[in-house]
């Protein structure tokens, strides 16, 4: 018999968000994607849009909106403090997770992953449109942050030196320093490659399976438990380039596998190998 994910509740099918799609007094379903024009192109019925540029990230600070932004961001979108948000997305839900962190980091409590997004949700010949929903407006207010799924350079720095567990989510050519500026993505560009010490490798796609849609339980403890030697009780930092593909794993190893405390270094390596008297790794 195949073993439940830790919180099964966080993960919804397809099927499961083509049955509930119309309860819209219930739920609001949320497109997510790297490409923030594939949205306009088709999406889900009665899905909105949240640009991860320029709805979730402040426009001058590095950093997320602030608690008004983000209450007025729900607000517009219909989604109150107690409805019941489903991500997806493309590229395997990076940025579905990505958006799930963050709404999570805002203090959020209802959230649910579609499992294989956008790609399976077209691959199965679901209904799409063009068409924007017109979802009456909410009343929203943050209320209890969780700042302790999130960790900044000096906390990575502090886990470094204790010698605890962290997880690097890019690829084999970024983590050995292979491969500094990724052709695709200019903007994230760093001076130096490699990793932060002492860190294991693990690329975000072996979470998933060729349809986009997470690997078993058994199969994702064999690898993050069995091959990286985690333990379900460690502290745990994830980091990746900018903090999407780490929103990936921090999902994996909390949400799937039930790991306690996972943090998500959203600074990740465009700040770490950038910044002047941080420790790297080659090789």
């Not at 460690?234 to 039930?258: K, M, N």
Request: include cysteine; glycine fraction near 8%.
């Amino acid at each position: 018999m195949t073993q439940p994910y830790a919180h099964p509740e966080s993960l919804v099918s397809t099927q499961w968000v083509d049955e509930h799609r119309g309860q819209t007094d219930l739920y609001r379903i949320v497109e997510s994607d790297e490409d923030v024009l594939l949205y306009e192109t088709g999406h889900v019925p009665e899905a909105v849009k949240i640009d991860w540029i320029n709805d979730l990230n402040d426009p001058v600070v590095r950093d997320y909106i602030d608690n008004a932004k983000f209450a007025a961001l729900c607000a517009r979108h219909g989604i109150g403090n107690d409805t019941t948000v489903i991500f997806y997305g493309d590229k395997s839900n990076w940025w579905a997770c990505y958006a799930f962190w963050v709404f999570r980091l805002m203090g959020h409590d209802n959230l649910k992953i579609m499992d294989g997004g956008r790609a399976k949700w077209m691959d199965e010949g679901r209904a799409m449109t063009t068409a924007k929903p017109n979802h009456p407006p909410a009343t929203y207010q943050v209320t209890h942050p969780r700042r302790g799924i999130r960790a900044f350079r000096d906390d990575v720095l502090r886990h470094v030196r204790a010698g605890r567990p962290l997880v690097d989510v890019r690829s084999m050519e970024e983590f050995t320093g292979k491969l500094t500026h990724m052709p695709d993505y200019p903007q994230e560009g760093v001076l130096r490659g490699g990793h932060i010490p002492g860190a294991k490798s693990c690329p975000w796609m072996r979470a998933v399976n060729p349809d986009g849609t997470f690997k078993s339980r058994a199969e994702l403890e064999a690898i993050y438990q069995g091959e990286l030697g985690l333990k379900i009780l460690d502290d745990v930092v994830a980091y990746c380039r900018i903090g999407e593909r780490s929103s990936h794993t921090w999902f994996v190893l909390t949400h799937l596998l039930g790991f306690d405390t996972v943090r998500n270094y959203d600074g990740s390596w465009t700040e770490w190998g950038n910044a002047v008297g941080m420790p790297i790794e080659k090789g």
